[in-house]
């Protein structure tokens, strides 16, 4: 797929995906099966876009094997339906490597996050994604948490010719507009953190917004996004308030909230690896409860 047309798929909601993992005599394992019927329900929603192995994906707990697993497995049953993006970690040279294995599992795209190893200073991080773009063909997305990747730096980056789009995790609204303002015409910026952001980034025009209640609510994040696009912003904040409630769990509890949620509407969620506080039943009858007055079936 042409980096043009990947960019152009690559607007609106953007999919955090959940890796699921099933319990095996006491070992978690990948759950192929539960990946797709995932991107399935992701398909049937017209989802533009998933990012698979994220921060909420468990990145940081998957082994090489895993990793290429996973977005093998999203990026067949995607079947270019989605576009797919792989979370990507490390120094440069395990970033070149782990890209170009992403690019052959079929990824359309990868969200970089570099290591400390890499340095901060403008130069080191234009070097990295410099580096990563020349040795793949398909997109690269930066990850900005603070104003180490300043508007000059995004700048200086959107003219690499695989520059897919930014996730802006920073939640600094100044700079957001600023960012949208300046490069939006040349890059995607994508409003990224706490969902309860989301209308923020879509009042200051963000080119698509990135969300971890999406993967059992997608149809609730798309009418919001369609909502900002026709300037309704009255029924923006009426849908934010509706997810309000699981957003405060979700605070709480992580993807391990995101993963209940899954397992209760017939979606696959599962164990996890990453530490974390479990919900309690309490908090569990509580989210389904949220669910059924989203008119979301559960399974009980």
Same mark, same amino acid.
């Given at each position: 797929?042409? $980096?043009?047309?990947?960019?152009?798929?690559?607007?609106?909601?953007? !999919?955090?995906?959940?890796?699921?993992?099933? #319990?095996?005599?006491?070992?978690?394992?990948?759950?192929?099966?539960?990946?797709?019927?995932? !991107?399935?329900?992701? *398909?049937?929603?017209?989802?533009? *876009?998933?990012?698979?192995?994220?921060?909420?994906?468990?990145?940081?707990?998957?082994?090489?094997?895993?990793?290429?697993? !996973?977005?093998?497995?999203?990026?067949?049953?995607?079947?270019?339906?989605?576009? !797919?993006?792989?979370?990507?970690?490390?120094?440069?040279?395990?970033?070149?490597?782990?890209?170009?294995?992403?690019?052959?599992?079929?990824? #359309?795209?990868?969200? +970089?996050?570099?290591?400390?190893?890499?340095?901060? #200073?403008?130069?080191?991080? $234009?070097?990295?994604?410099?580096?990563? &773009?020349?040795?793949?063909?398909?997109?690269?997305?930066?990850?900005?948490?603070?104003?180490?990747?300043?508007?000059?730096? =995004?700048?200086?980056?959107?003219?690499?010719?695989?520059?897919?789009?930014?996730?802006?995790?920073?939640?600094?609204? %100044?700079?957001?507009?600023?960012?949208?303002?300046?490069?939006?015409?040349?890059?995607?910026? @994508?409003?990224?953190?706490?969902?309860?952001?989301?209308?923020?980034?879509?009042?200051?025009?963000?080119? @698509? +917004?990135?969300?971890?209640? @999406?993967?059992?609510?997608?149809?609730?994040?798309?009418?919001?996004?369609?909502?900002?696009?026709?300037?309704?912003?009255?029924? =923006?904040?009426?849908?934010?308030?509706?997810?309000?409630?699981?957003?405060?769990?979700?605070?709480?509890?992580?993807?391990?909230?995101?993963?209940?949620?899954? #397992?209760?509407?017939?979606?696959?969620?599962?164990?996890?690896?990453?530490?974390?506080? &479990?919900?309690?039943?309490? %908090?569990?009858?509580?989210?389904?409860?949220?669910?059924?007055?989203?008119?979301?079936?559960?399974?009980?």
């Amino acid at each position: 797929m042409k $980096i043009e047309e990947t960019r152009r798929r690559s607007k609106g909601i953007q !999919v955090f995906a959940i890796t699921p993992f099933i #319990d095996n005599n006491g070992k978690t394992i990948v759950d192929e099966e539960g990946i797709k019927r995932n !991107v399935n329900s992701w *398909v049937t929603a017209n989802i533009p *876009v998933v990012v698979t192995c994220g921060g909420v994906g468990e990145l940081w707990h998957l082994n090489e094997e895993e990793h290429f697993q !996973v977005v093998r497995t999203t990026s067949e049953q995607a079947s270019g339906k989605i576009i !797919v993006i792989a979370g990507v970690t490390g120094d440069t040279e395990s970033c070149v490597n782990t890209s170009r294995k992403m690019e052959e599992a079929g990824a #359309d795209g990868v969200l +970089l996050f570099p290591s400390e190893s890499v340095g901060t #200073d403008r130069q080191s991080v $234009i070097e990295f994604y410099s580096t990563i &773009s020349k040795s793949i063909e398909i997109g690269i997305m930066p990850f900005r948490i603070d104003n180490t990747v300043d508007v000059d730096t =995004v700048r200086r980056l959107s003219d690499l010719p695989n520059m897919l789009a930014l996730k802006e995790e920073s939640e600094n609204m %100044d700079e957001f507009e600023h960012l949208v303002r300046e490069v939006g015409n040349q890059v995607i910026i @994508a409003g990224a953190g706490s969902d309860q952001l989301a209308p923020c980034f879509l009042l200051m025009g963000a080119g @698509a +917004l990135t969300s971890s209640l @999406a993967n059992y609510l997608p149809n609730q994040l798309l009418t919001m996004w369609n909502s900002a696009q026709e300037k309704d912003f009255h029924n =923006v904040m009426k849908i934010q308030k509706t997810l309000r409630p699981i957003e405060l769990l979700r605070q709480q509890f992580g993807h391990r909230l995101h993963k209940a949620a899954m #397992d209760m509407i017939g979606l696959s969620g599962g164990a996890t690896r990453a530490p974390g506080i &479990s919900p309690t039943e309490s %908090d569990l009858n509580n989210l389904n409860q949220y669910l059924n007055e989203l008119g979301i079936i559960t399974k009980g």
